[in-house]
T-cell receptor, first 112, second 114 residues
Framework: QKEVEQNSGPLSVPEGAIASLNCTYS??????FFWYRQYSGKSPELIMS????GDKEDGRFTAQLNKASQYVSLLIRDSQPSDSATYLC????????????FGAGTILRVKS | GAGVSQSPRYKVAKRGQDVALRCDPI?????LFWYQQALGQGPEFLTY??????LDKSGLPSDRFFAERPEGSVSTLKIQRTQQEDSAVYLC???WGLGGDEQYFGPGTRLTVT
């Protein structure tokens, strides 16, 4: 079992729809959770961080955390073609210490 | 303000050559991390500095890899006797706090070993 798992996709959604990206992790002691966006040929860009159970909203992005289920998700509302990228879930804390442990990423394609 | 910078952006090395990759973190960031990213994969941790102290080097794949941050600011990742399997993007990230907090990535160095 991988430490952080994501569906590789591609996830295709029409412009204006809600994109839902999911991530599960194996270490129950994990404390911090992050979503990064990575355009092709570019480096990861931090878009959301979440530390406690529940929802956290920032503009069109909502991160959801459920520690009991070891599950993190990212919702993108009103998806735009410019949102097309790979979305990386990352986890920190617990047995991982200060390093980030990443999933392999989900490719999102928003079609206009 | 300025973000994390890395140089060179691209490096082609012949197998067996030594390379040095530089990272300049965001000013004032205490923590600095190196990651390696293979095509189609998420970044994988290599090593971590808190100021000038290297606190975790568990991700370095072999003793050919060496990192330093002598003055607690700029860091260099050195790879000796490069092999083809070292071809990857090397990413540097920095964060403000001692515990790491949110990490911000530089543009990366794409290393190709021929």
């Amino acid at each position: 079992q991988k430490e952080v798992e994501q569906n590789s996709g591609p996830l295709s959604v029409p412009e204006g729809a809600i994109a839902s990206l999911n991530c599960t992790y194996s270490d129950r002691g994990s404390q911090s959770f992050f979503w990064y966006r990575q355009y092709s040929g570019k480096s990861p860009e931090l878009i959301m961080s979440i530390y406690s159970n529940g929802d956290k909203e920032d503009g069109r992005f909502t991160a959801q955390l459920n520690k009991a289920s070891q599950y993190v998700s990212l919702l993108i509302r009103d998806s735009q073609p410019s949102d097309s990228a790979t979305y990386l879930c990352a986890v920190k804390g617990g047995e991982y210490g200060n390093k980030l442990v990443f999933g392999a990423g989900t490719i999102l394609r928003v079609k206009s | 303000g300025a973000g994390v910078s890395q140089s060179p952006r691209y490096k082609v090395a012949k197998r067996g050559q030594d390379v040095a990759l530089r990272c300049d973190p965001i000013s004032g960031h205490v923590s600095l991390f190196w990651y390696q990213q293979a095509l189609g994969q998420g970044p994988e941790f290599l090593t971590y500095f808190q100021n000038e102290a290297q606190l975790d080097k568990s991700g370095l794949p072999s003793d050919r890899f060496f990192a330093e941050r002598p003055e607690g600011s700029v860091s260099t990742l050195k790879i000796q006797r490069t092999q083809q399997e070292d071809s990857a993007v090397y990413l540097c990230a920095s964060s403000w706090g001692l515990g790491g907090d949110e990490q911000y990535f530089g543009p990366g160095t794409r290393l190709t070993v021929t």
